[in-house]
C-alpha cells in the first residue's frame, strides 16, 4: 500500500457523518422519544384499566404492597414515582440507544458500500480505511484483503504477458538473423551468382550452419517450455552421481582438449548414490560444461566437485575463466541473458541454457546459484538426496 495511503489509514479512525446523517439521526431520536412516550401512557392507560376492572387482582396488588412495604418499613418499591417511572425510563432509553445504534451501523455500512463502488470503479490502490469494531471491522479487513489479492493477481498477470511478450521477441530476433542469412545465401544459388562448385559449397555451408543454430533454439526452447511446466514428470532412479560426472569429465575431454583445457572430477565421499532423473540432471551439466568451454577463454581447468553434506549433495562446476561482474551474476539465469552483447556465431548461444538448468534443478527439489571471485566462475547446485515428488511440483 502506498505510503499516502498508510498515512490516511492512520488518520481516519472512524467514519465521518455528513450534516444529512446527523440530522437523520437526529429525526430518528425525536421521533423515537414521541413514539416511546406514547407507548407508555398506553400501556399504563392499559394496566390501569384493567386493574380497576378486575378487584380480585387489585386485593392481591394492595395486599402484597402492604405486606412488603411492612417488611421493608418502606414504600419505595411501590412508588409511583420511584419505580415505576424510572423503570420505564430506563427502557425507553434502552430502546432509544438500540434504534440509534441500529440506524448509525446502517450509515457505517453505507460509507463501506461507497468505498467499495469507489475501489470497483478501477481506483485499487485505495482501501477502506475507517476502524470499527465487531463484524464490520472483518467486514473491511476481508474486502481490504481481497483488493491487495486482486491487485497482486492483476501484477501478476501483467508480469506473465509482459514476459511472454520478451519472450516472442526475443525468439523472433534470434530465429530471424540466421533465417534471413539462409534465405540470403539460398538465394544466390536460386540466382546462380556463383562462380564456381566452391562458391556453391561455401554458400550451402553457411546455410546449414544458419540452419542449425535456428534448430538449437528451437530445441532450446521447447525444453524451457516444457521443464518450466509444474506437471512434468521425473523419472528418478538412483544413481551414483561421482560415476555421473566421471563420464561427464570423458565424455567433453575431446572438445576440452581442443581448448586447451583440463577437466577434472573430486567427489567425497567416492561414491554418492541419490535419486534423480538423470536424462534431464545430465542436460544440466551439459549446459554447465558447454558454457564453460565456450566462455571460458583464458582458462585452463575446469573442475567438477561434488560433496554429501547432510540430506543432499553440493555440486559445483568451476573454470578458472575470465570474471563476471556481480551485475551479470544476478542475471545469469534469466533466459536470454548474454554476458557479452555480440551474438557471434562463436560465441553467441541461445541463452537458454542456465534458465533450462534452473527449472531441472528447481524440479528435483534444489537450487543453483553463481559466484565469481579472482580464481574461479562457479556454478554451485544443491540436490536432495531423495526424490521429493511433492518438492519438485511445488
Request: glycine share 6%; net charge negative; no cysteine.
Amino acid at each position: 500500500m502506498p505510503a499516502r495511503q498508510q498515512k490516511k489509514v492512520e488518520k481516519q479512525k472512524r467514519i465521518p457523518l455528513t450534516s444529512k446523517e446527523i440530522s437523520e439521526l437526529l429525526a430518528e431520536g425525536i421521533l423515537t422519544v414521541i413514539l416511546l412516550l406514547l407507548l407508555n401512557v398506553a400501556i399504563l392507560v392499559l394496566i390501569y384499566q384493567f386493574v380497576q376492572s378486575s378487584p380480585t387482582l387489585s386485593n392481591i396488588i394492595f395486599g402484597t404492597k402492604g405486606v412488603l412495604a411492612d417488611y421493608l418499613n418502606t414504600d419505595v418499591f411501590w412508588s409511583w414515582s420511584k419505580f415505576v417511572i424510572p423503570f420505564f425510563l430506563i427502557i425507553d432509553a434502552s430502546v432509544l440507544y438500540w434504534r440509534l445504534i441500529r440506524r448509525y451501523r446502517q450509515m457505517q455500512l453505507r460509507h463501506i458500500i461507497s468505498e467499495l463502488h469507489y475501489i470497483a470503479d478501477g481506483n485499487y490502490d485505495h482501501r477502506i480505511s475507517f476502524e470499527l469494531g465487531g463484524n464490520l471491522a472483518k467486514v473491511i479487513a476481508s474486502i481490504n484483503g481481497l483488493v491487495d489479492s486482486t491487485v497482486a493477481a492483476i501484477e501478476d498477470e501483467r508480469r506473465i504477458e509482459k514476459s511472454k511478450d520478451e519472450l516472442i521477441t526475443n525468439v523472433s530476433h534470434d530465429i530471424r538473423t540466421p533465417l534471413t542469412s539462409i534465405i540470403g545465401y539460398l538465394g544466390l544459388i536460386e540466382d546462380r551468382q556463383f562462380h564456381s562448385e566452391e562458391e556453391i559449397l561455401k554458400y550451402t555451408h553457411i546455410a546449414y550452419v544458419k540452419a542449425k543454430q535456428m534448430k538449437l533454439l528451437v530445441d532450446d526452447l521447447f525444453e524451457y517450455t516444457k521443464v518450466r511446466q509444474p506437471s512434468v514428470p521425473l523419472n528418478a532412479i538412483t544413481f551414483d552421481m561421482a560415476q555421473l560426472l566421471e563420464q561427464l569429465a570423458v565424455d567433453f575431454e575431446l572438445e576440452a582438449h581442443k581448448k586447451g583445457m583440463e577437466i577434472l572430477v573430486e567427489t567425497n565421499p567416492a561414491s554418492i548414490r541419490m535419486e534423480g532423473d538423470t536424462e534431464k540432471l545430465v542436460r544440466v551439466f551439459n549446459n554447465l560444461l558447454s558454457n564453460a568451454l565456450k566462455y571460458g577463454q583464458g582458462g585452463n581447468q575446469i573442475l567438477m566437485e561434488a560433496n554429501k553434506v547432510g540430506t543432499e549433495v553440493v555440486v559445483a562446476v568451476r573454470n578458472n575463466g575470465p570474471k563476471i561482474p556481480q551485475k551479470s551474476l544476478d542475471q545469469l539465469f534469466d533466459r536470454f541473458y548474454r554476458v557479452e552483447e555480440s551474438r557471434s556465431q562463436e560465441t553467441g548461444g541461445t541463452g537458454l541454457g542456465l534458465a533450462i538448468a534452473q527449472s531441472i534443478v528447481a524440479l528435483h527439489g534444489g537450487y543453483i546459484y553463481a559466484t565469481s571471485d579472482a580464481q574461479w566462475l562457479s556454478f554451485i547446485i544443491h540436490l536432495p538426496l531423495q526424490s521429493n515428488t511433492t518438492a519438485a511440483e511445488a
